[in-house]
C-alpha cells in the first residue's frame, strides 16, 4: 500500500510541472519573487529529479563522478540568480520556455549523477551552492534598489533573506555529508 | 513501476569535455544577457540600450484629455522636434503628483522661450480602467496642463499601450495597494521616437536643458 502512495506522490511530482502550463498558477508564482526563486526552481529541479531517476539512459556517458550533474546544475542556478534574467523570463516568452526547460533539465541530469558522486563532490556541490546563494541573497536584502523591475523592495528582501536561509540550510547539509563520508564512499563510488 | 537507472560506463575525458561545453554556454549566455557582463539588472541593460541609441517607440495612438486622437512623433510638419515623455495614474497619491508638479514647472520654462510646442510634454497614462477622460482632464486641470504644450493622454487601446511599454522598456507593477510602481521617470525622445535621455524626477532642469538642442531646427 504504502509503494503505491509513494509511486502514486512519485507520479504526481513528476507531473507538476505541466501545472505551469496553467497561465493563472504560474503567474501567481511569478508574481512574486520570492516563489519564483524558491518555490518554482526547486519545484522543476525536484520534478527533473524524479522523472531522471526512472530514465532507462541518459548523459552517463558524460557523467563520470557526476561531475556533469553539479555543473550543469550549478550553472543554471547561477544563472537564474542574476536579476536581469528573472526579468527576462517575465518579459520574454521563449527565455520563459527556456528556464523552465533548463530547470526541468538539470534536476534530471542532477538525478542521475547523486547516486555516482562521491561524498567529496557532494561537499563541494553544495557548499558552493550554498555560498552562491547566500552572498546572492545578501546582496539582494542590502541593495535599496530595485534590483528586479518586475519585483517590489519587499519583495526582493523576502527573497534575499530566503536565499540566506536556502544557503545555511545547503551550508549545513554539507557539513552532515562531510561527517559521515564512509557510508557515502561506499553508497555513492563505483 | 519504474526501472533502475542503466549505468553507462562514463569516460572521464567526454565529462569533461561536456562540462567544458556547459561551462561555455554559461558565459555566452551570461554575457548575452548582461551586455558582455556589464549590466546584471534590467534597468543597466536599459541604460546601456539607451546609450547605444537602440531603444526607439513606434508611435502610440493616444486620447487626449481633451477627447481627441493624438499621435506623437510623427512627420507631421509643426511637429514637436522633442518630447518629454512620463507615465502615470491619476489616481497616484505620491510621486505621479509631485512628477505632475515637475511638469507644471517645465511647461512654465517652455512657454517662456518658445512661441510653439518645439519640444512637447506628454504624461501618459497607464492606468486604462480608471484613466477615463474625465480623470485625464481632471489631472490636466490640476496640475494647469494646458492641452497644447503638455498634453496628458491614454493609450487607446490595451495593446497600445503594451507596445509603447515594451517598446521603451517600462515595466509596470502592481504595488499591492491598488497602485502601481515603474521604472524610469522622464523620458526624452527625439521626433523619431528614439529614447536620447532618461532623467529621474528630481532632473527636470537637466531633462529640459537636453530637450531644447533636439528642437533646434537643423542648419
Known sequence: MSTAWAAAARRFVEGAPLL?????????????????????????????????????????????HGLLGITVASAVAAFWMIPAALDASLLSTPVQVVKLAVWWLAGILLGRS?????????????????????TVGLLYQSTERRLCANYLSDDQQLAGGALVMLGVLLGGLAVVFMLRPSKEREAGIE | MGSAPRRTSPHLGATLAACAITLAALLAAAH??????????????????????????????????????????SDA??????YLVDFVYTSCPGVCQVLGGEFARMQAALQEVQAGPSVALLSVSFDLERDDRAALAAYARLHRADGTQWIVAVPRSPDDLDRLLRDLQVVVVPDGSGGFVHNGAIH????????????????????????????????
Open chain 1, 20 to 64: 505551469l502550463l496553467f497561465d493563472p498558477l504560474r503567474q501567481a508564482l511569478e508574481g512574486r519573487m520570492l516563489l519564483h526563486m524558491m518555490v518554482e526552481f526547486p519545484w522543476l529541479m525536484v520534478a527533473g529529479w524524479c522523472f531522471g531517476t526512472r530514465l532507462r539512459r541518459g548523459a552517463d556517458a558524460f557523467d563520470a
Open chain 1, 114 to 134: 547523486w547516486p555516482r558522486m562521491p561524498v567529496e563532490t557532494k561537499v563541494f556541490f553544495l557548499g558552493n551552492l550554498a555560498w552562491m546563494a547566500a
Open chain 2, 77 to 82: 510638419p509643426g511637429s514637436p522636434r522633442a
Open chain 2, 32 to 73: 548575452g544577457l548582461t551586455r558582455g557582463f556589464k549590466a546584471w539588472t534590467y534597468d543597466e541593460r536599459r541604460a546601456l540600450d539607451l546609450q547605444h541609441g537602440s531603444i526607439v517607440a513606434r508611435p502610440p495612438a493616444l486620447l487626449s484629455s481633451r477627447g481627441e486622437l493624438h499621435q506623437p512623433w
Open chain 2, 188 to 219: 526624452l525622445l527625439d521626433a523619431q521616437g528614439r529614447l536620447r535621455g532618461l532623467f529621474a524626477y528630481d532632473e527636470w532642469r537637466e531633462a529640459l536643458a537636453a530637450a531644447r538642442p533636439l528642437a533646434e531646427p537643423p542648419p
